[in-house]
Structures are given as structure tokens and as C-alpha cells.
């Protein structure tokens, strides 16, 4: 896979295999989730006392979720730029003004596939051994979306994005 930054700042990633094009192209799906678990985990309860909790929740968690859901549309928007290059190869385009929405995307993602996996701190520790079960095939997409991350990362440029 090859991860290109043009002058601006834009990505390309190049050379992604089918399973990670697909998973890119259900992160919408996957971040929609409404699991209780996953909405808990993502949007947790920001006050013990339970009328500081409830003032939250009418008031800063539907900016919260609006600021959320345009996180999607952006992904959503920038998915429509993923190509097929060949049977074996995909490549995606982020321009830079999406990096921060993608970085976000693909966090709430991995705690969504996480959760909804019923994964433990060890399992991700441990080296994915695919023997074909839907967990093992779950673990090897938290690690794509983690690899994405990292690469995302790894190209700066956040204080001018």
C-alpha cells in the first residue's frame, strides 16, 4: 500500500485490498450504529450528579451529536472517491480539510467494531491469527482502520489543516 501527500496536503492511499476498501466503504454503516453500548462508549455521561447530567444532555449533547453526524457526511462525501484500481487494488483520495473528520471517523469506528465485537484489551494486543472466524475478520479490520489512522497521523500537518 502506498499512502502519497500531494503539496497541499492531500492523501491518496493507493494499493488497498478489497477487504479494507469494503471496510472503508461501510464506515458510514458501521458509525450509525445505535447499539446502546457503542452510543454509551462514544458519548458517555459527562457528570455524576444527575441534573448536571441532564442539563448536558439537552443542551451540549445534540451539538455534540450534529458535530458528529457531519463527521459521516464529510466520510461519506470523500467515498465517493474510492476507485477501483484492478481486482486486487482500491485507492481512496482525503483532501486535507477532511483529515481531522476522518481521524475522528475512524476512531469511533474502531470502538464501534470493538464493542459491538465483544473484543477485551487482550485481543487487540494479541497477533490476529485468521483461522476464518467473523472475530478474527473483525480484529483484522480494527487494525486496517488503526493502520489508516496512524498514516493519517504520520503526515502532520493538523495545525494548518
Do not use: C
Not at 13 to 42: H, I, S
Amino acid at each position: 500500500m502506498q499512502v502519497l501527500v500531494d503539496l497541499e496536503g492531500n492523501m491518496e492511499f493507493r494499493g488497498l485490498p478489497p477487504l479494507f476498501a469494503e471496510t472503508l466503504f461501510r464506515l458510514p454503516e458501521v458509525l450509525r450504529d445505535d447499539d446502546p453500548a457503542v452510543r454509551q462508549r462514544l458519548l458517555p455521561n459527562a457528570y455524576e450528579d444527575e441534573d448536571d447530567a441532564e442539563q448536558w444532555r439537552k443542551y451540549a449533547l445534540p451539538e455534540i451529536e450534529h458535530l458528529y453526524l457531519g463527521r459521516i457526511e464529510i466520510v461519506e462525501q470523500d467515498l465517493t472517491s474510492l476507485r477501483e484500481i484492478d481486482e486486487t487494488e482500491f485507492a481512496i483520495r482525503i483532501p486535507v480539510e477532511h483529515r481531522y473528520a476522518w481521524l475522528s471517523a475512524l476512531n469511533a469506528a474502531r470502538l464501534s467494531m470493538f464493542i459491538t465485537g465483544g473484543f477485551t484489551a487482550e485481543d487487540m494486543e494479541a497477533e490476529v491469527v485468521f483461522e476464518g472466524l467473523e472475530e478474527d475478520l473483525t480484529l483484522l479490520k480494527i487494525h486496517y482502520l488503526a493502520f489508516m489512522q496512524q498514516m493519517l497521523l504520520e503526515a502532520g500537518g493538523f495545525d494548518d489543516a
